[in-house]
């Protein structure tokens, strides 16, 4: 996410194109009743870029759980050596003593430092999987082999057989315990796995080699199938590690948003970033704006990010974005999920496609001003009506439906709050009324008229309604200069639509649109959108290819 501050004087006029992002001004230090100081000095502004999204990986997560289940394997190990170590002692079997002794050593040391408080890295904390897991599995192989050579020596055939059985059968539980205990992708768990399971056969063939009698003794056992028992734990614990795994993974991912699985980012704006997402148990697409822990230390942030979720809910009309869910994360992080639109935004298909005509323009004004309608009938005015604000997608096999989105600097009516924010604004200056920059405590849905109409110039001309060096300037222009005509940038221009863009564009609120509603019935009495319709959207939409989520 990034939070942007007011660019130095100095910013170049590219910087004030149709997806400048919304800001947050404070406006005490300016004449609010005249220009004639516009360019005198606003303090030193700067650009700040913080990176908000620091979220937990997969890979950390994986870290924290492999210690916790070392320090279990650990003990499993340890017990069961202990008693393995102590029974050997008893019947008097002394073999390895040595070994036997240093492993037990090493798994209770390994137990006690990762009990501890010590921090180890991923590196460090597979090391400590090689010493249990492959201390215990060189003494199984060593003991394996002293044992079936003890008993060749007494040709003990029934002994041999019960000793080989035991250590194959030591060996799989080896197998089983590993991949139950170990966070692992399934290559790595087979790649582990398939090593152990191959080292009772390397010790049984290489003591044969060495030792023919153990054959012979063996091939006495009639009932023994040769059925490669390690090789089978081997494939069930791989198998059963990629089932663990991506359960884990599935659930991971749905922690970090509850019950939503995020996938990719889509954009981000004044108040959070947006990702595509979706729902793990509907398995429904969806799009996530939320806003990171480190940013919600400021409450008024905190209380305008959810000031957009609730506002917006309240909201049914078609035109509107819809908000599906809202929460909060156990990190602190609040989101909101809104429906996934395919499409582009006004400012993007203007940018790449030029000046739109009129009878198009037209339909998608209409369509902002139902939505509109709505909002300021429910006491909310949007404040950020810009062409990056207004989406086109399709809905229910129509094509060019129009979608108002981000209220995040949304007013309501009686908000007590905006009565406290005296010398404060916020906004995009090139689409913001007058009295956004100067009176900002008196917005009403009048400002969304001056928004609409400077959208509206800006689809028809193809070119922002004034641009200027800096901020301050373009403010100074919304407020005192002169409406550029539409008819000098598009001689196709009817003069009728030309009067109703400047009548949204006056600089006194008085002298607009008194309503949204008011806005659609002139824009509905000119007739032109007759001549646009969701067909010949279609077809706009097909030949330019130009659909895109």
Known sequence: MLALILPPMNSNANNLSADAPTIELDTSAIESSSSTNTSSSAGNFQVGVVDTVNRPRFSEETSTLLRSRLQYAALDILVVLSISYVGNFIAANHEWLVL????????????????????????????????????????????????????????????????????????????????????????????????????????????????????????????????????????????????????????????????????ERLGQGGMGEVYRAEHVLLKRSCAIKLIHPSKANDPHTVDRFEKEVIATAKLSHWNTIDIYDYGRTPDGTFFYVMELLNGRNLQEIIERHGAMEQSRAVYFLLQACQALHEAHQAGLIHRDIKPANLFITTRGGYWDILKVLDFGLVKEADDEENTRGKGKFCGTPAFMAPEQAFRYDEVDARSDIYALGAVAYFMLSGKMLFSRKNVIELIAAHANDPVPTLASENTTIAPELEAIVRRCLAKSPEDRYSSAQQLHDALLETGLQQNWDSAKAKNWWLSHKATRV
């Open 100 to 263: 036997r002794s240093i492993v037990l050593a090493s798994v209770l040391l390994s137990y006690v430092l990762l009990r501890g408080k010590r921090p180890f890295s991923s590196r460090g904390l597979r090391a400590f999987e090689l010493i249990l897991f492959g201390g215990l599995a060189l003494q199984l192989g060593l003991m394996m082999a002293s044992r079936l050579n003890h008993f060749a020596a007494k040709e003990d055939a029934i002994s041999l057989v019960s000793t080989q059985n035991l250590y194959f059968t030591a060996f799989c539980l080896h197998i089983l315990t590993y991949s139950i205990f170990m966070p692992n992708t399934w290559k790595r768990a087979a790649v582990v796995t398939t090593s152990l399971a191959l080292l009772p056969y390397a010790i049984w063939y290489g003591v044969i080699a060495f030792n023919p009698t153990v054959l012979t003794l063996a091939n006495q056992n009639k009932a023994m199938a040769p059925i490669p028992v390690t090789l089978i734990a081997a494939l069930i614990g791989s198998f059963g590690s990629h089932i663990i795994n991506r359960a884990r993974r599935e659930a991971f991912q749905a922690k970090q948003l509850l019950q939503y699985r995020l996938q």
